[in-house]
Nanobody
Framework: QVELVESGGGLVQAGESLKLSCTAS????????MSWYRQAAGKERELVAK???????QYPDSVKGRFTVSADNEKNTVNLEMNSLKPEDTAVYYC??????????WGRGTQVTVSS
């Protein structure tokens, strides 16, 4: 069983930055893709960043230009740099790893709260 552990969440003010990290118990480059999702209260879980082997990175329009996903080979982590944060970015952020197209493994999540 693969374990994913997120870290780096917290409370920030609008316009500030935050970096999330996801550490995997298996080599991150063995996965087809690693992603970050978020779920705000009362809303469905949504994809915010994805890094795929052979494809590169993907972002929805809501975070494009503000969020950057990257893989750190030395630390075996996938990071999510979030800049110019907005109150609507408030959510629980989840790390996911895919053996195929859809996420296979999930982390427990980390809370990000952006105050106005």
């Amino acid at each position: 069983q693969v374990e994913l552990v997120e870290s780096g969440g917290g409370l920030v003010q609008a316009g500030e930055s935050l970096k999330l990290s996801c550490t995997a118990s298996r080599n991150i480059f063995s996965f087809a893709a690693m992603s970050w999702y978020r779920q705000a209260a009362g809303k469905e879980r949504e994809l915010v960043a994805k890094i795929s082997r052979g494809v590169g990175t993907q972002y929805p329009d809501s975070v494009k230009g503000r969020f950057t996903v990257s893989a750190d080979n030395e630390k075996n982590t996938v990071n999510l740099e979030m800049n110019s944060l907005k109150p609507e970015d408030t959510a629980v952020y989840y790390c996911a790893a895919s053996d195929f197209k859809e996420p296979t493994y999930w982390g427990r999540g980390t809370q990000v709260t952006v105050s106005s």
